[in-house]
């Protein structure tokens, strides 16, 4: 399994950001895909995750819920991230992320792939 992140950025706190990650691989329409980040000098976080039967199996992390959005396009095995109401806090690299299931361990994931930078100035 291969992924292939994009959308990161620099914006204003408040503002929004859209990331996609396109997964390929002979499996990965039947992996969960997800979304980890990692702030400076911090340990890398379990942010959102979908499984391919789509938004209804959405999970979130307590910090992102009514800000962030996880949406799937098993057509195109992508995975999106709409993060909206943006907090400085929420800067750090983002990594997409692919597994068996649904998991918010990052040490047990098993295919990551490149970061993008969300930068959120205040």
């Known amino acids: 399994v291969q992924l292939q992140a994009s959308g990161g950025g620099l914006v204003q706190a408040g503002g929004s950001l859209r990331l996609s990650c396109a997964a390929s691989?002979?499996?990965?329409?039947?992996?969960?895909l997800g979304w980890f980040r990692q702030a400076p000098g911090k340990e890398r976080e379990f942010v959102s995750a979908i499984t391919w039967r789509g938004i209804n199996s959405a999970v979130y992390t307590e910090s992102v819920k009514g800000r962030f959005t996880i949406d799937r396009d098993n057509a195109k095995n992508t995975v999106y991230l709409q993060m909206n109401s943006l907090k400085p806090e929420d800067t750090g690299v983002y990594y997409c992320?692919?597994?068996?299931?649904?998991?918010?361990?990052?040490?047990?994931?098993?295919?990551w792939g490149q970061g993008t930078l969300v930068t959120v100035s205040s």
């Open positions: 992320a692919a597994h068996a299931g649904l998991e918010s361990r990052p040490y047990l994931i098993k295919y």
């Open positions: 691989g002979r499996t990965v329409r039947t992996y969960a």
